[in-house]
């Protein structure tokens, strides 16, 4: 998972982090805190590319994403 990109976001009205990866579509979790989020993440993420592979569908490589300065 460390080589996908990870966005985490605050959920104020459910009062929740939620984090995804953005090149796994639909690949997501939430947790009460940031570390709860990434851990839960990690488990969807091994879902996510498991069925890929069940189903033989093509997995995205991770994207680099740089900020220009």
Do not use: F
């Not at 605050?10 to 953005?22: E, F, G, L, M, R």
């Not at 947790?31 to 498991?50: D, H, Q, R, S, V």
């Amino acid at each position: 998972m460390a080589q996908y990109s990870i966005y985490i976001q605050y959920d104020n009205v459910d009062k929740i982090y939620i984090a995804s990866i953005p090149e796994l579509q639909g690949c997501m979790a939430h947790g009460e805190t940031k570390e709860e989020a990434l851990k839960e993440l990690e488990i969807a993420c091994e879902l996510w590319l498991e069925t890929a592979r069940e189903l033989g569908k093509e997995i995205p490589q991770p994207a680099l994403y740089t900020e220009k300065v």
